[in-house]
């Protein structure tokens, strides 16, 4: 871990007879079933790593397994469950489960993503409060459940692609290892383990990792987050949740709210937040048109993770309103003249309207697109870019329409402006791996120091 940062854990005894004779119940109070460094509290309500590098290792080794117990993190702690681990303190033997649950944006990835590998930026529990923590190992597939969320559902493929640092974080066997990065306190309670045969078959397929771009970029510690999604054309919370584990891109699912849109008041939003509750996306609110400002409280924009718009819906100097993905509500009388009206009028959106991210950047009607590199010239883009710089607002990479180009991000990058990833879907065809957002990376040498995060 980057960042320094207090934990607490803390294990409860369990002395209540098993009907499962495979199920230990870990007694924190004996020092004799624990092997432990550093500050380390042990009782028999809880097992307390106080401070960094305290850690807590178990003793008895395991294969496939149902780890259950219940944590609490102090704020600001950050730790990690590793399993599989061979008792060592080299943190990179074996699989961690981080434990992050802080809202600061300065460690973005959060509670139940297996570090390194399939890294999560949801939040989806408290500090100070005991959540639910469950890890299985069923052959080759690794589940993690936070707050009864099932947040991690990885199958490790026979050939998985590893770089040095991590070169032993594969399954094989071994023990449990606890551990505090920070100076705050993290309390682990009610440890059950359950073993399971160790001669389970693969229950789900993997995913084929050598030519894989996103396992790469997870190693790297980027961001791999799809702030622009939509549950459009049939596309389930379900069917989504299922596609973000498979592929370990954490999805900003977004509701559109505006004139003219499914969501037209605060009522609105609150309803829409509740049915998004208990699911493993952050909640992102799409603004769309320039009535949107006058049509929801501050309080009920607040309700969001973030907040995007674009420059797609906005009306010309002659007071047409036009939407100008839909060529019959889009008057060109001078290409010129309607590049000028859009790129003042994408100033005046990220520099008036309370947004984090500027979406679509540089999305032009069907019939200009031919022009695009024309049209879109250095000094216009700069304007895009300087409104951006100025009030902190981040450019989407945005995968669908394979915008903006590559000249766009590297004045965008020149000028200190974040970017974050986003899709923008229509159906679920539509969602992909972040391929656009992808390529931009290596051609224009971004790094996750470039990339925006939110606090959630």
């Known amino acids: 871990m980057k960042k320094t940062c207090c934990f607490c854990f803390c294990f409860i005894l369990l002395t209540a007879c098993s009907r499962n004779a495979d199920t230990t119940l870990l007694d924190t109070g004996k020092s004799v079933n624990w092997i432990t460094s550093g500050s380390v509290h042990l009782s028999p309500d809880c097992l307390l790593l106080k401070e960094s590098n305290a850690l807590a290792f178990t003793k008895k080794p395991y294969k496939n397994f149902q780890l259950d117990l219940e944590c609490k993190t102090d704020q600001g702690a950050i730790g990690g469950i590793w399993f599989h681990n061979p008792g060592s303190i080299k943190k990179n033997e074996g699989y961690e489960v981080l434990i992050n649950n802080n809202a600061e944006a300065a460690e973005w990835r959060k509670t139940g993503g297996l570090t390194a590998i399939r890294n999560f930026a949801k939040r989806v529990a408290d500090n100070d409060q005991w959540i639910p923590v469950r890890i299985e190992v069923k052959a080759k597939q690794i589940c993690v459940s936070v707050n009864n969320i099932l947040i991690t559902d990885y199958t490790e493929p026979q050939d998985p692609y590893r770089d040095s640092l991590y070169a032993e974080r594969k399954l094989s066997e071994g023990v449990f290892l606890f551990v505090n990065y920070g100076t705050a306190g993290i309390a682990f309670r009610n440890i059950r383990i359950q073993a399971l045969p160790g001669d389970l078959s693969n229950p789900t397929e993997a995913v084929e990792e050598q030519a894989d771009d996103i396992i790469r970029l997870q190693q790297q510690n980027f961001p791999l987050i799809d702030y622009h999604l939509h549950l459009k054309g049939g596309w389930t919370k379900e069917q989504a949740a299922a596609n973000s584990r498979k592929y370990g891109i954490t999805y900003g699912i ?125 000094a216009r883009m700069q304007k895009i870019i300087d409104a951006c710089a100025e009030h902190k607002v981040a450019v989407e990479i945005n995968n669908h329409y394979k915008i903006p180009s590559e000249s766009f991000i590297n004045q965008a990058k020149a000028a200190g402006v974040k970017f974050t990833f986003g899709t923008n879907n229509s159906a679920p065809a539509d969602v992909g791996r972040l391929e656009y957002a992808i390529e931009m990376i290596k051609k224009c040498g971004l790094t996750p120091n470039d990339l925006f995060i939110p606090s959630n």
Not at 333 to 350: N, P, S, W
């Open 254 to 378: 977004a509701p559109n709210c505006g004139k003219d849109f499914p969501i037209t008041d605060d009522s609105g939003i609150y309803h829409w937040i509740d049915t998004m509750q208990h699911t493993p996306f952050l909640l992102p609110m799409q603004a769309e048109g320039r009535e949107w400002v006058g049509m929801f409280s501050s309080e009920a924009i607040a309700k969001f993770d973030y907040r995007f718009t674009d420059a797609m819906t906005w009306t010309d100097d002659k007071g047409r309103r036009m939407r100008i993905w839909i060529p019959e509500e889009t008057f060109i009388d001078d290409k010129q003249h309607f590049m000028e009206m859009l790129v003042d009028r994408a100033c005046g959106i990220i520099s008036n309207e309370p947004i984090d991210i500027y979406v679509n950047p540089t999305f032009i009607p069907d019939k200009l697109m031919p022009e695009y590199d024309k049209l879109w010239t250095p």
